[in-house]
């Protein structure tokens, strides 16, 4: 059975600390695998991880895949109060006539100022 | 461009009722999707379509149906509901080629079933 496992499941942390997300998976037909940002409404796209060993960076945020070992990192460096939001973790596979993503059930994470 | 809109934001059901979830993108994707988010988990794709007439079951397609007349729009049907079916519903959309599978998504409907 496909899965996908993030942790840890919440995270509360204080202001300018650095933060690191896991996500770990098994699926079959693997393609990406994909992080989003959730607040209180609809996750918006993070970054997107095709390759082993290279990293994505967008600011203070920074994502790297292990496609021997399975999985992924989420970093998020001198945290932010608007980095509070849940982080999900998805991965992009071939299923029947297209492709779908199937989540983690993401990491909670709260910054404090 | 809009992006993905979904309709209504917010709804209360009572067991047994019927209704439809609106979704349109404007974006002319191919590819449309509808997933279910419970409270502290992620998201489950229940139905998918990769164009106007194709549609497909996901991971929890009981209880949900769905169409897909035109390329802009993919509403998904709700027969007697459930409490079950109490959850956040999310419509996404996506252009099949490179850059893999990034899906838009719209802001949600929020369903409880009494």
């Known amino acids: 059975e496909d899965k996908v496992v993030q942790s840890p499941l919440s995270l509360v942390v204080h202001e300018g600390d650095t933060v690191t997300l896991n996500c770990s998976y098994e699926?079959?037909?693997?393609?990406?695998l994909l992080w989003y940002k959730q607040e209180k409404k609809a996750p918006t796209f993070l970054f997107m991880l095709?390759?082993?060993?290279i990293e994505k960076k967008s600011g203070r945020l920074s994502s790297i895949l292990d496609k021997k070992e399975l999985f992924s990192i989420l970093n998020i460096t001198a945290t932010q109060t608007g980095d509070s939001a849940v982080y999900l973790c998805?991965?992009?596979?071939?299923?029947?006539?297209?492709?779908?993503?199937?989540f983690g059930g993401g990491t909670r994470l709260m910054v404090k100022p | 461009n809009a992006g993905v809109t979904q309709t209504p934001k917010f709804r209360i059901l009572k067991i047994g009722q019927s209704m439809t979830l609106q979704c349109a993108q404007d974006?002319?994707?191919?590819?449309m999707y509808w997933y279910r988010q419970d409270p502290g988990m992620g998201l489950k794709l229940i139905y998918y379509?990769?164009?106007?007439?194709?549609?497909d079951k996901g991971e929890v397609p009981n209880g949900y149906n769905v169409s897909r007349s035109t390329t802009e729009d993919f509403p998904l049907r709700l027969e007697l509901a459930a409490p079950s079916q109490t959850s956040v519903y999310f419509c996404?959309?996506?252009?099949?080629?490179?850059?893999?599978?990034?899906?838009?998504f719209g802001p949600g409907t929020r369903l409880t079933v009494l």
């Open positions: 996404a959309s996506s252009h099949p080629g490179p850059p893999y599978n990034e899906q838009f």
């Open positions: 699926v079959t037909n693997f393609r990406s």
């Open positions: 095709t390759s082993s060993g």
């Open positions: 998805a991965v992009d596979r071939v299923y029947n006539a297209g492709n779908m993503l199937t």
């Open positions: 974006m002319n994707h191919n590819y």
């Open positions: 379509s990769v164009g106007a007439g194709i549609t």
